[in-house]
T-cell receptor, first 115, second 110 residues
Framework: ETGVTQTPRHLVMGMTNKKSLKCEQH?????MYWYKQSAKKPLELMFV???????ENNSVPSRFSPECPNSSHLFLHLHTLQPEDSALYLC??????????????FGPGTRLTVT | RKEVEQDPGPFNVPEGATVAFNCTYS??????FFWYRQDCRKEPKLLMS???SGNEDGRFTAQLNRASQYISLLIRDSKLSDSATYLC???????????FGKGNQVVVIP
């Protein structure tokens, strides 16, 4: 595997379900990110991790819970979501944070539908 | 005012023609500027960074105007494969965050 991978690619879940999104980067990067991309809206940053430590939580509701067990893996745990949470969730990584000067490499995303 | 503003288009461009678009940003302290490309139902990928002096990569030219707080992208001799959404990206408030525009959708027509 190369680059940034995400699983699952598609997910349909009910509002009472609990599920997790997984991201893995094979680039040796130190920073990882979760983004949300909704139709007709710009990418919204959700969380930033640097060396497994969360450095930014961009006012994300608590029904989204990130986890970074090591510098290669990032999870997004989901519970009691709302239909408006349906979106494409993108994971990205970069060499370091560096004032956001480093190129970010994106995974293919998980397309989430909340019913 | 939004952090990064782009006219979503679409920009319908005849094959072989030149197309240009701008994006404006609100944070005068921003230091890093990028254009990313996103194909339909795919992830964004870096197209080019934008430097103060302007830079060119093949048919693509990017310019930065700090005084007016905008960056531009020009595509010459458009190819069908250039059809995509071009995202303007600027480092936002604080040091660790990129702010994305909605993107300029380009459709190259045969």
């Amino acid at each position: 595997e190369t680059g940034v991978t995400q699983t699952p690619r598609h997910l349909v879940m009910g509002m009472t379900n609990k599920k997790s999104l997984k991201c893995e980067q094979h680039l040796g990067h130190n920073a990882m990110y979760w983004y949300k991309q909704s139709a007709k809206k710009p990418l919204e940053l959700m969380f930033v991790y640097s060396l497994e430590e969360r450095v930014e939580n961009n006012s994300v509701p608590s029904r989204f819970s990130p986890e970074c067990p090591n510098s290669s893996h990032l999870f997004l745990h989901l519970h009691t979501l709302q239909p408006e949470d349906s979106a494409l969730y993108l994971c990205a990584s970069s060499q370091d944070l560096g004032g956001a000067t480093y190129e970010q490499y994106f995974g293919p995303g998980t397309r989430l539908t909340v019913t | 005012r939004k952090e990064v503003e782009q006219d979503p288009g679409p920009f319908n461009v005849p094959e072989g023609a030149t197309v240009a678009f701008n994006c404006t940003y609100s944070n005068s302290a921003s230091q890093s500027f990028f254009w990313y490309r996103q194909d339909c139902r795919k992830e964004p990928k870096l197209l080019m960074s934008v430097y103060s002096s302007g830079n060119e990569d093949g048919r693509f030219t990017a310019q930065l105007n700090r005084a007016s707080q905008y960056i531009s992208l020009l595509i010459r001799d458009s190819k069908l494969s250039d059809s995509a959404t071009y995202l303007c990206v600027v480092n936002g408030d604080g040091n660790n965050r990129l702010a994305f525009g909605k993107g300029n959708q380009v459709v190259v027509i045969p």
